[in-house]
């Protein structure tokens, strides 16, 4: 059926209404009027797939990867970069005007992504008689070639695996350093790949949990400082855009030398670290054991001596730490719990400042918070360009201070 395209959903999906029922349909643009077929049909909305272009909009361009209409990785690429930036940015305002009353004068204008190809240093290739990623909302392999949005090397890698047996492997993680040469490998499956020449100029290689041969982690620096990547640990798969991010999060510590800082959801300590010289101390948690090994070997590899982590459950540790003035936190999509919620709220912070990766319960949370603390601003970062994911930073502050 024959029909037009009115707005963008959250997902970066054209949105039209069928028999007065919402229906999302993937690679359409608002003002397009397409030819869709239904492919899904619940109680509450409709999923349909575009037949036919019957006019398109001028705002559309051509997708630089010919994997774009199936594959489940990226979501905007037929939309120009400055285009989706506004998409983003209108989106942010939306969220958090509806779920936590937060006025469009406290979003800030969205920071960009210098480089919005090749610009993730991770990918997870999917095997299984061929290597690739599977197709969008499905369990169904698509051999890829090339992806446009990772780092040139991983490419590179990838064009070497085809070529290799790869049976008895389900899983290849290929992560890469901006700054330095260094390669990581991590072979996921049954049983250990044979590795050929090749994959010795790899500065490190994994099966499983088990180094094959090279370096146990890889380096990578971001503004002056070291870290050390191991196989498991979280890094921000945008490591430019981690540093646009970071730089935000500097700004708002700036200039109260006897600040105590907690960092929850530290990962490797990446935040707590690079903060650590404007402030008299700082207080990483983080609940993977490992990336609190690494947070140690960052703090030991960068000399700094004001920063400690503990290892545990934030909801459990909280109540247990040192006070704090000041907090940043960062967590994982479902953003915060109740027991933390509780804790920012009992105690008296006169900073608080919100890392997000999931708008809408930023928005949940900012509600709850928003009893204490007042929202100052938003900023949107872009550091996962061609896809409908945006990264937030809010300020907030203690009200009556
Ligand atoms: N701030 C870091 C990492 C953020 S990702 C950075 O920018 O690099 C979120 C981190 O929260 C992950 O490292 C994850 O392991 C951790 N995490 C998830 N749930 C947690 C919990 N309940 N308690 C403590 N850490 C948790």
Redesign the pocket.
């Known amino acids: 059926m024959k029909v037009e395209i009115e707005k963008f959903d959250h997902q970066g999906r054209g949105i039209t209404y069928v028999h007065n029922k919402v229906c999302f349909v993937r690679n359409t643009l608002p003002g397009e009027i397409v030819d869709i077929k239904i492919t899904k049909d619940q109680k509450k909305y409709q999923e349909g797939e575009v037949r036919d272009f019957i006019h398109t909009s001028e705002n559309r361009i051509e997708p630089v990867c010919p994997y774009f209409s199936i594959c489940g990785g990226c979501d905007l690429m037929h939309l120009n970069y400055s285009d989706q930036l506004t998409y983003k940015e209108n989106k942010i305002r939306d969220i958090l005007n509806k779920y936590a009353n937060v006025g469009s004068e406290k979003i800030k204008p969205i920071v960009g992504n210098d480089s919005p190809l090749n610009y993730r240093n991770k990918a997870t290739f999917q095997v299984k008689d061929k290597i690739g990623y599977f197709e969008k909302g499905s369990y169904e392999l698509i051999a890829i070639d090339e992806c446009k949005i990772v780092d040139a090397r991983i490419n590179e890698i990838l064009t070497f695996l085809k070529q290799q047996d790869l049976s008895d492997l389900n899983q290849v993680v290929i992560r890469v350093s901006r700054y330095y040469p260094d390669l990581m490998v991590i072979f996921k499956g049954d049983k250990r790949p044979h590795i050929s020449q090749y994959l010795k100029l790899i500065t490190s290689c994994y099966f499983e949990g088990e180094l094959l041969f090279g370096t146990k982690v890889i380096r990578e620096k971001i503004g002056n400082l070291e870290f050390s990547i191991s196989p498991d640990a ?3 798969v945008n490591t430019e855009g ?1 540093e646009k991010l970071y730089q935000l999060v500097r700004s708002y510590l700036t200039g109260n030398k006897n600040d105590r800082v907690l960092d929850l ?4 300590g ?2 707590g670290l690079f903060v650590s010289d404007l402030v008299s101390e700082v207080i990483g ?4 054991k490992q ?1 609190v090994i690494d947070a140690e070997e960052n703090k030991k590899k960068n000399n700094l001596k004001n920063i400690s982590f503990y290892c ?4 459990k540790m909280v109540s247990k730490l040192p006070l704090c003035n000041k907090v940043i936190v ?3 999509r479902a953003g915060l719990d109740d027991v933390t919620l509780n804790y920012l709220l009992k105690n008296d912070f006169s900073k608080i400042i919100y ?1 997000s990766c999931d708008p809408v319960t930023l928005a949940r949370d900012l509600k709850k918070l928003s009893e204490k603390y007042e929202v100052v601003e938003i900023t949107p970062v872009d550091l996962f360009s061609q896809t409908y994911h945006v990264e937030c930073v809010t300020l907030l502050q203690m009200r009556g201070l």
């Open positions: 979280f890094f921000q981690a959801y530290c990962g490797t990446t935040i948690v983080e609940v993977n990336a545990g459950d934030v909801a960062d967590p994982p890392v």
